[in-house]
């Protein structure tokens, strides 16, 4: 890239004793960076320029634009980097979302009060989903640049890829890197980093019936059944719980509705998860479903941003100093800038992982949305 960035991911970070912190920068090359020049991570610490450090190994095959381009920082508040970037303006924070199907330079109406909450402090740009899917980045609204969140529906990680590299192109910087986003978007992704915390899970990539029973063999009592990413959960008992996985003809009913169900939006293959009995507070009118004590959390750069339920004074929940801590230390352990981890409790009283996302496509459930775009403010 052309002239100067105003914002670098961290692709590596190290000490040098004597010398100081060394960050290595993507695409840094052919960048200013001056001595005694400021730079701030996503929690506004900052970061003074205190010299530049070459690949001292000469690696062969690559090109000199590619070799690694350390930057020594003094780290101004004592503290390493939060979140994976550096960047010269900790204000500017974009947003992108979705528009209208009719109308392109209208937000989708699904996202109109999120739209209108982002606004009052960040630029918001608009582009046309339907298009994206066809490989087309229509932009609209306002022009932006630099780091953005998108807000919006899910996407297939192919078509995070395209959008992504579309949005670079033109000098947007999403918050995730399609690698982070399929991490966590996707359960096998993230399931090996928590697996002590988050109900036990086979999963195959077929998504077909037979190749899920071959996975029932492994188990034992009730399960639920889900793709890589979504569940049919409002459809309870007849396609995501199973009673009694030894019980092969219920089960390959439950997994066969599922798979039927779900017919092209089925991503990945189907997942089995042991049933963990949860703290239940009623059930779905409609679909039976138990309605359980459960939480979303929204991470941002290593750290709880805003929580759902929690905030809310709500008698029947109650998070405790020591939940809160573990909670902490599960943000700390997130790897990409800007996800979602949703917890549950167990009838035992212990909080669990249920599910973690990508934050740009999960739902905002009862935060507001002037709640949530301020928490960015505050993140600071
Ligand atoms: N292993 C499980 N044990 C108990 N309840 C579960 C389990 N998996 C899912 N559920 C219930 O079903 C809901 C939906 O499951 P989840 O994995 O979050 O799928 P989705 O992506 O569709 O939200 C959860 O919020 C929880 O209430
Ligand atoms: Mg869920």
Redesign the pocket.
């Known amino acids: 890239m052309e002239g100067m960035a105003d914002v670098f991911r961290i692709i590596d970070r190290f000490t040098i004793t004597g010398r100081g912190s060394v960050y290595t920068l993507k695409d840094a090359w052919g960048d200013n960076f001056h001595v005694g020049e400021m730079f701030y991570d996503l929690h506004g610490h900052r970061f003074c320029v205190k010299g530049i450090e070459m690949a001292s190994r000469p690696l062969t095959g690559l090109r000199l634009e590619d070799l690694p381009l350390g930057i020594i920082m003094e780290l101004i508040d004592g503290i390493d980097a939060e979140g994976n970037f550096l960047v010269r303006n900790p204000d500017a924070l974009s947003f992108i979302f979705c528009s209208h199907p009719l109308y392109p330079d209208r937000v989708d109406d699904d996202y109109k009060s999120e739209y209108q909450a982002a606004g009052l402090k960040h630029p918001c740009a608009l582009f046309s989903y339907e298009n994206m899917e066809q490989g087309r980045l229509s932009l609209c609204g306002e022009a932006i640049s630099g780091l953005a969140i998108y807000r919006g529906w899910m996407m297939k990680p192919e078509l995070y890829r395209s959008f992504y590299r579309k949005l670079t192109e033109k000098g947007i910087i999403l918050i995730n890197t399609p690698e982070e986003y399929e991490k966590y978007h996707l359960l096998p992704g993230w399931y090996d980093d928590f697996k002590d915390c988050t ?1 036990s899970s086979v999963w195959e990539d077929k998504g077909t019936l037979d190749s899920a029973l071959e996975l029932t063999k492994e188990l034992e009592g009730s ?2 059944v ?1 793709d890589y ?5 409002h459809e ?1 008992y007849e396609a ?1 719980f199973i009673r009694d996985i030894s019980d092969r003809k219920s089960a390959a009913k439950v997994i066969e509705t599922f798979i039927r169900r779900q017919g092209s939006d089925l991503v990945g293959g189907i997942v089995l ?6 703290r239940t507070a009623g059930f779905h009118e409609v679909s039976g ?4 004590e ?1 939480y979303r959390v929204f991470v941002f750069a290593g750290r709880v941003l805003i929580m759902d339920n929690y905030w809310r004074s709500s008698p029947n929940v109650y998070i405790s100093e020591d939940e809160m801590k573990w909670i902490d230390s599960i943000a700390r352990q997130i790897k990409g800038c800007f996800v979602t981890i ?1 917890l ?1 409790r167990r009838e035992d009283g212990t909080l669990i992982i ?2 973690i ?1 990508d934050g740009q496509v999960s739902g905002l459930q009862q935060i507001a949305p002037e709640d949530f775009y301020r928490a960015f403010e505050n993140a600071k």
């Open positions: 109900p399960c639920i889900k990413v979504k569940s049919r959960k309870w995501c998860r042991k049933f963990e009995n949860l479903m138990p309605l359980s459960e949703d549950a249920m599910e996302g």
